[in-house]
């Protein structure tokens, strides 16, 4: 007898989905480490003017928390129209933004409204791994399709899987996680001229790099793409939980057939705008750890290290044996990085300068350590 309520039931033993069984849920190590460097946060907290904001913001909207929120958001969606169209050079309007709770709900949402069951949705691997397990949940078959071997995307091979195949949704990530690079704008464009569904440019990222957004390209193809973006990365709100996407009309109102009702809470919406506000000294840190990504490349490379390209906050490097083993080697010194699951490498997110130290010099103990241990 446990002594948690009902805890003598087992998973296996409950009437689940057939399709969800022997399924393993998303899952970063969060352990309580000096150097975390594992889930691509912006390491800089926010700045206390950006607290004072927030805080003062939450206060306000709980005078009202006896009543549903905006369940349309629409002053943070006009928020967020305003930061794209001033980032991108692009008008985009509240009524081409969408928000909700992290990207991976915007994402959901759209799986929920393209994908289902019967349909399919493609994505080149290796990529970020919840666009299969969101397919999943929401009955979608997942159709991978691969990279180069240097990991980049072959957009004439690109296009023509997409068009064998013929998804139903397909997701581009620039830049990718966990590999790192952007996606070409002509590569981009034959995917989209191939897709005879919805293409899900998922730009987690794209603050990091210096490529245009794929939302110049929505005027375009505006019953095909959609541009999905979050503030958890370069925004340092991965706590506030606020992704949002970008697209024609239309597409928003495909969504609200499939969103909860009030889902993004009074809170979080104050909370969000406030953040918004100090935009200017949250994406500050872009061009710091830009700097920091550059240089942790170039210490990786001078120790013997291959590390991919990358347009991100994180560098996925190797070769190692045994990648699992290493990234224990890495735990032992206090450094938690990401296995990602791509044979012999392993993916680091950028941190602080006194933490790339840190990973600097364990990288340094590992590469002297043997042969054997890369
Ligand atoms: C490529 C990509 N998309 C989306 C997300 C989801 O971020 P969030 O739900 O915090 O907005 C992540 C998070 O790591 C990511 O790497």
């Known amino acids: ?76 969606r006009e928020d967020l129209a305003a930061y794209l169209t001033s980032a991108t050079g692009v008008a985009v309007a509240q009524q081409n933004v969408w928000a909700a709770n992290g990207s991976n709900e915007v994402l959901q949402q759209v799986l929920q409204a393209f994908g289902g069951p019967g349909r399919t949705a493609l994505g080149f691997e290796p990529s970020y791994s919840m666009h299969p397990i969101l397919s999943a949940g929401t009955r979608t078959e997942w159709v991978p399709a691969p990279r180069r071997a240097d990991f980049s995307l072959d957009g004439a091979e690109a296009a023509a899987v997409v068009a064998e195949r013929r998804p139903d949704v397909v997701f581009v990530t620039s830049p990718n996680n966990p590999t790192g690079q952007v996606v070409q704008p002509a590569d981009l464009r034959a995917v989209l001229e191939a897709a005879p569904g919805v293409v899900v440019v998922d730009e987690a990222y794209i603050e ?37 996407l970008a697209a024609a009309p239309a597409v928003i109102d495909a969504l609200l ?105 364990a990288s340094r103990a590992l590469a002297e350590a043997s042969e054997e241990n890369r």
């Open 1 to 76: 007898m446990s002594d948690v309520l009902g805890a003598d039931v087992a998973l296996a033993d409950l009437p689940l989905r057939e399709d969800l069984r022997g399924r393993s849920p998303y899952g970063a190590p969060q352990l309580e480490v000096p150097v975390r460097l594992n889930t691509n946060e912006n390491p800089f907290p926010p700045p206390p003017e950006l607290v004072a904001d927030v805080t003062e913001a939450v206060r306000e909207a709980a005078r009202e928390l006896h009543r549903y929120p905006d369940r349309d958001a629409v002053a943070l």
């Open 208 to 244: 990091f790099s210096a490529q245009p957004s794929a939302i110049a390209l929505i005027e375009q193809f505006p019953a095909k793409l959609i541009v999905s973006r979050t503030m958890s990365k370069a925004f340092a709100f991965a706590g506030g939980r606020l992704g949002y």
């Open 257 to 361: 057939l499939v969103r909860l009702p009030y889902h993004l809470s009074a809170v979080t919406q104050a909370a969000a705008r406030a953040a918004l506000r100090h935009a200017d000294a949250t994406l500050g840190s872009v061009r710091t750890l830009a700097e920091e990504r550059d240089r942790v490349v170039g210490a990786l490379r001078g120790m013997g290290f291959e590390p991919v390209r990358s347009d991100a906050n994180f560098v996925l490097f190797g070769p190692f044996a045994d990648a699992h083993e290493s990234w224990k080697r890495y735990l032992e010194r206090g450094v938690l990085i990401r296995d990602v699951g791509i044979p012999g490498h392993l993916r680091v997110t950028i941190g602080t300068a006194a933490e790339n130290d840190a990973f600097l010099e």
